[in-house]
Structure formats: structure tokens, C-alpha cells
């Protein structure tokens, strides 16, 4: 795996590094513990089919345009929008869209890293036998008062973002692609069983039907937003991480292939989650909409009924910490690399620095959840409000000026040159999806949520 250090123009050592890294980014706490309960507030089955469409028609098209991006600038975020945006004869200001990337990066970090440092807890929980046997009340009660507790959520998202930093540091060659080799078919592994216990509980074609069969009514302009910004969010889409990683690309590997896997194995990840879940929420009378703290609140009962389910409710929360650490790596990365390719401050200074500051940002969630809950703006809370900002609005928007960018601004011979999609055919679909359809579809979904269609 290249090493994101210093070195400016330095290689994945294979496609493989990159899928790994790739996927690395995309599968985190997105799939896991977004997804399902996102889908159990919106109603179900008709919101999973505009994830999935979203994901198709706007998702993979844009995933292709920013590995291309980052592949042909070669630099962090800022510097390729604006050599590209040079190269093709515009204007240099585009790179701002990158600024807006290194932004969402930074905030959604914030708040990724309190979930994550839930994962650690539950840990400690699963391994102390905690949930040996719970009932859905107790469980749900260990929840609620771990959430409630300030002082051991500023401890775990301290946790969290000192291990992140630490990672980061380091560079990503050292550990992390062989950490992500052997933990994605691990996480995978154990979430098919999850899936095998699921089907054995009586409400397992109840949870399904909740899960795929439509129902258009329960869909709204809100809804609509949320399922196309989580299709951005759960594929690292829209903020330049995958453009960061696009960058360390070998120049004869197909961009195409790569998105198609990385979107393939996102998408599935986050299906299983949904399928091991629900089942076990109606199984125990819960109720699907509970909101973020629903995998906490039903996988530890299934954890606790299940014959070896110490040791794999623990490996569980392992693999979900590992997931959610690929990904935050992700997330600061295009920061870490602007600070210190344009500023020239060392890798420590600036992820001391970065760190810090993400740090304190992430109070605000850790204090949502307790000593600020009743602190609403709009109805939101501030962790609701930061999720709102950059899943729902900045990831959209950057991925909409990405798709203009890489449809209208760079010149044909540029994407097609980078591409090198011997096909034809699937050039021209590639160029009508990122020229006009997902451009057209976030826009209108955007001024849809705000009243004006
Ligand atoms: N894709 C990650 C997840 O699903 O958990 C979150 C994420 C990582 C979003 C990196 C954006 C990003 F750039």
C-alpha cells in the first residue's frame, strides 16, 4: 500500500491495496449502525430501493469520477481541482470544492468518532458477560445510561481519536492494509451468522418484508434527501477521500472495475446488517425507528441468547471498531494531506493539530446525547443538526460539483484518457450519468426538501 506520508507521488502497490483501502474507507459504522437505523425511521423497503437506486445511478458514477480525479491531479483534494481545473483551461477557483471535502471530512469526524468510541465500550461490555442473557429492557437500559454517562463518552471518543491520530501518523502503509486484509472477511464472516440467527427467530420474514417491500406512501421529500445522502456517506463519496485515494492509483488500473467492487461490497455489508437486525427488533417488540442507538440496543440480545455469544459479541464490536477506524482515516486524510503538502507542517504537527481540534468539535455529540440533549436547533440536536449538515448537504453538494466538474469543465480527451474504458458504450453511459442525470437528481432533490418542487 503506498504510504501516504510525505511522499507526494507514491503508489498502491496493487488494485487489490486500493479495493482494500477503498472498501477500507466505505464500510465502517455507514453500514453497520447508519443504515439500519436510518431505514427503521423511514419507514423501510420503499427508502432501501432509493438508497439503491441512488447508489446505482449517482453513487458508482460519481466514485468513478473522483478515483479519476485524484488519479489525474496526483495531490490532495485542493491542489488536483485545481491543476485539472488549469489543465482544462477553467477557472483555478474549483478548488474550493476541495476545501469544502476537507471540511465534511473534519466534521464528520467529529461525530464518527463518538459512535466508534460506543463500539470500544461495547467491548468491554460483550467481554464482561454483561449481556449474557439480557432481556430487551435491560439491554435497552445499559444503553441509555451509557449514553447518558458524560464522562465515559468523552473518555471513549478520546480513546477513539487518539488511536485514529496515532494510525494517521504512522501513514496507512504501516498495519492498516494488513489490518483491513484479514478484518473485512471476518466482519462479513460473522455478519452472515448473525444473519444465519436472525432467520431463526420467529420474526426473521417480518424483518424482511420490513426491509423490501415497499411501501411508496411512507416515503417523503426528507426521506428522499437522507437516502441519497446516506448513498454519498456510506461510499466516502463527495468530500475527497476517495480522491485522496484515487491519487496513489496505478495509472493501468480500471477505474471502473474498482468502483463496481467497492460499491458492491458497501452495498452488501450494509444489506446483511439490515437483515440481521430487523428480524431481531421485531422478535423483541421493539420499535424500528429508536434512532442511533438501535444495534446497541438489539445485537446485544441476540449476543446474549447465543451460545458462544460472549466471544462473538465481542469479536462483533472488535470488527465494527477496526471498520469505523479504516474509515475515519479516511475522513482526515484529505486535511492531513493539504496541511502538509501546502503548508509544509510535519505529519505530527498537523495531526496534533487536526487531532485537537476534531477532538473538541466532537464534544458537541458526546454532550447531544446527555448535558445538552434539550439543546435543539430546528428540531435537531447538535450531533442530529452535524449529520444533518454534512450527509444530507455538503456531501451532495460536493458530490453534484464533482459530477459538473469531471461532465462539463474537464475536456473529454481528459476523462476518457483517464478512464480508459475500452468500451464505448459504457464511456458515453458513464459521461450522460455524471453530465446530466446525477447533477439533475441531487439538484432536484435538493430544491424538492425545500419546498420549491
Ligand atoms: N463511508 C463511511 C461509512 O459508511 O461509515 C463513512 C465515511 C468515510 C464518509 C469517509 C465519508 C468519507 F469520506
Same mark, same amino acid.
Given at each position: 500500500?503506498?504510504?501516504?506520508?510525505?511522499?507526494?507521488?507514491?503508489?498502491?502497490?496493487?488494485?487489490?491495496?486500493?479495493?482494500?483501502?477503498?472498501?477500507?474507507?466505505?464500510?465502517?459504522?455507514?453500514?453497520?449502525?447508519?443504515?439500519?437505523?436510518?431505514?427503521?425511521?423511514?419507514?423501510?423497503?420503499?427508502?432501501?430501493?432509493?438508497?439503491?437506486?441512488?447508489?446505482?445511478?449517482?453513487?458508482?458514477?460519481?466514485?468513478?469520477?473522483?478515483?479519476?480525479?485524484?488519479?489525474?491531479?496526483?495531490?490532495?483534494?485542493?491542489?488536483?481541482?485545481?491543476?485539472?481545473?488549469?489543465?482544462?483551461?477553467?477557472?483555478?477557483?474549483?478548488?474550493?470544492?476541495?476545501?469544502?471535502?476537507?471540511?465534511?471530512?473534519?466534521?464528520?469526524?467529529?461525530?464518527?468518532?463518538?459512535?466508534?468510541?460506543?463500539?470500544?465500550?461495547?467491548?468491554?461490555?460483550?467481554?464482561?458477560?454483561?449481556?449474557?442473557?439480557?432481556?430487551?429492557?435491560?439491554?435497552?437500559?445499559?444503553?441509555?445510561?451509557?449514553?447518558?454517562?458524560?464522562?465515559?463518552?468523552?473518555?471513549?471518543?478520546?480513546?477513539?481519536?487518539?488511536?485514529?491520530?496515532?494510525?494517521?501518523?504512522?501513514?496507512?502503509?504501516?498495519?492498516?492494509?494488513?489490518?483491513?486484509?484479514?478484518?473485512?472477511?471476518?466482519?462479513?464472516?460473522?455478519?452472515?451468522?448473525?444473519?444465519?440467527?436472525?432467520?431463526?427467530?420467529?420474526?426473521?420474514?417480518?424483518?424482511?418484508?420490513?426491509?423490501?417491500?415497499?411501501?411508496?406512501?411512507?416515503?417523503?421529500?426528507?426521506?428522499?434527501?437522507?437516502?441519497?445522502?446516506?448513498?454519498?456517506?456510506?461510499?466516502?463519496?463527495?468530500?475527497?477521500?476517495?480522491?485522496?485515494?484515487?491519487?496513489?492509483?496505478?495509472?493501468?488500473?480500471?477505474?471502473?472495475?474498482?468502483?463496481?467492487?467497492?460499491?458492491?461490497?458497501?452495498?452488501?455489508?450494509?444489506?446483511?446488517?439490515?437483515?440481521?437486525?430487523?428480524?431481531?427488533?421485531?422478535?423483541?417488540?421493539?420499535?424500528?425507528?429508536?434512532?442511533?442507538?438501535?444495534?446497541?440496543?438489539?445485537?446485544?440480545?441476540?449476543?446474549?441468547?447465543?451460545?458462544?455469544?460472549?466471544?462473538?459479541?465481542?469479536?462483533?464490536?472488535?470488527?465494527?471498531?477496526?471498520?469505523?477506524?479504516?474509515?475515519?482515516?479516511?475522513?482526515?486524510?484529505?486535511?492531513?494531506?493539504?496541511?502538509?503538502?501546502?503548508?509544509?507542517?510535519?505529519?505530527?504537527?498537523?495531526?496534533? =493539530?487536526?487531532?485537537?481540534?476534531?477532538?473538541?468539535?466532537?464534544?458537541?455529540?458526546?454532550?447531544?446525547?446527555?448535558?445538552?440533549?434539550? =439543546?435543539?436547533?430546528?428540531?435537531?440536536?447538535?450531533?442530529?443538526?452535524?449529520?444533518?449538515?454534512?450527509?444530507?448537504?455538503?456531501?451532495?453538494?460536493?458530490?453534484?460539483?464533482?459530477?459538473?466538474?469531471?461532465?462539463?469543465?474537464?475536456?473529454?480527451?481528459?476523462?476518457?484518457?483517464?478512464?480508459?474504458?475500452?468500451?464505448?458504450?459504457?464511456?458515453?453511459?458513464?459521461?450522460?450519468?455524471?453530465?446530466?442525470?446525477?447533477?439533475?437528481?441531487?439538484?432536484?432533490?435538493?430544491?424538492?426538501?425545500?419546498?420549491?418542487?
Amino acid at each position: 500500500m503506498a504510504d501516504i506520508k510525505n511522499k507526494r507521488h507514491s503508489e498502491w502497490s496493487s488494485r487489490f491495496a486500493f479495493i482494500l483501502a477503498a472498501t477500507g474507507s466505505a464500510v465502517g459504522l455507514g453500514n453497520i449502525w447508519k443504515f439500519p437505523y436510518i431505514t427503521g425511521e423511514n419507514g423501510g423497503g420503499a427508502f432501501v430501493i432509493v438508497y439503491l437506486l441512488c447508489v446505482v445511478v449517482i453513487g458508482i458514477p460519481i466514485m468513478m469520477a473522483e478515483t479519476m480525479i485524484g488519479r489525474r491531479g496526483r495531490q490532495n483534494p485542493v491542489n488536483a481541482m485545481k491543476t485539472l481545473a488549469q489543465e482544462a483551461g477553467a477557472d483555478s477557483r474549483w478548488r474550493y470544492l476541495g476545501w469544502l471535502g476537507v471540511a465534511a471530512g473534519v466534521i464528520i469526524l467529529s461525530y464518527y468518532s463518538v459512535i466508534a468510541g460506543w463500539a470500544m465500550a461495547y467491548v468491554l461490555k460483550s467481554i464482561s458477560g454483561t449481556f449474557i442473557d439480557g432481556s430487551a429492557q435491560q439491554i435497552g437500559g445499559f444503553f441509555d445510561a451509557f449514553v447518558k454517562d458524560s464522562g465515559a463518552q468523552v473518555f471513549w471518543h478520546t480513546s477513539f481519536m487518539v488511536i485514529t491520530m496515532l494510525v494517521v501518523v504512522r501513514g496507512v502503509r504501516e498495519g492498516l492494509e494488513k489490518a483491513v486484509r484479514f478484518l473485512m472477511p471476518s466482519l462479513f464472516i460473522l455478519l452472515i451468522l448473525l444473519v444465519g440467527y436472525a432467520m431463526n427467530t420467529d420474526a426473521y420474514d417480518q424483518g424482511l418484508s420490513f426491509m423490501f417491500d415497499p411501501d411508496f406512501s411512507k416515503i417523503t421529500g426528507s426521506s428522499i434527501l437522507t437516502a441519497m445522502g446516506h448513498a454519498f456517506f456510506t461510499l466516502s463519496l463527495g468530500m475527497g477521500a476517495i480522491m485522496v485515494y484515487g491519487s496513489y492509483l496505478p495509472k493501468d488500473v480500471s477505474i471502473s472495475q474498482t468502483a463496481f467492487m467497492v460499491a458492491g461490497a458497501d452495498t452488501l455489508v450494509a444489506l446483511l446488517a439490515g437483515i440481521a437486525i430487523f428480524p431481531l427488533v421485531f422478535a423483541n417488540g421493539l420499535e424500528p425507528s429508536t434512532g442511533p442507538g438501535l444495534i446497541f440496543q438489539t445485537l446485544p440480545i441476540a449476543f446474549g441468547q447465543m451460545t458462544g455469544g460472549v466471544i462473538f459479541g465481542t469479536l462483533f464490536f472488535v470488527l465494527l471498531f477496526f471498520a469505523a477506524l479504516s474509515s475515519s482515516i479516511s475522513l482526515i486524510e484529505p486535511a492531513v494531506a493539504w496541511m502538509v503538502e501546502n503548508k509544509g507542517y510535519s505529519r505530527v504537527k498537523t495531526c496534533v =493539530f487536526l487531532g485537537a481540534g476534531v477532538w473538541f468539535l466532537g464534544l458537541g455529540t458526546v454532550f447531544s446525547f446527555n448535558e445538552w440533549a434539550d =439543546f435543539t436547533f430546528l428540531g435537531k440536536n447538535i450531533f442530529e443538526c452535524l449529520d444533518f449538515l454534512t450527509a444530507n448537504i455538503m456531501l451532495p453538494a460536493g458530490g453534484l460539483l464533482i459530477a459538473v466538474f469531471s461532465g462539463w469543465v474537464m475536456t473529454r480527451t481528459q476523462s476518457r484518457d483517464e478512464l480508459q474504458l475500452n468500451n464505448k458504450g459504457l464511456y458515453y453511459c458513464w459521461f450522460i450519468l455524471v453530465r446530466y442525470v446525477s447533477p439533475a437528481a441531487v439538484f432536484l432533490v435538493f430544491i424538492h426538501v425545500l419546498g420549491i418542487l
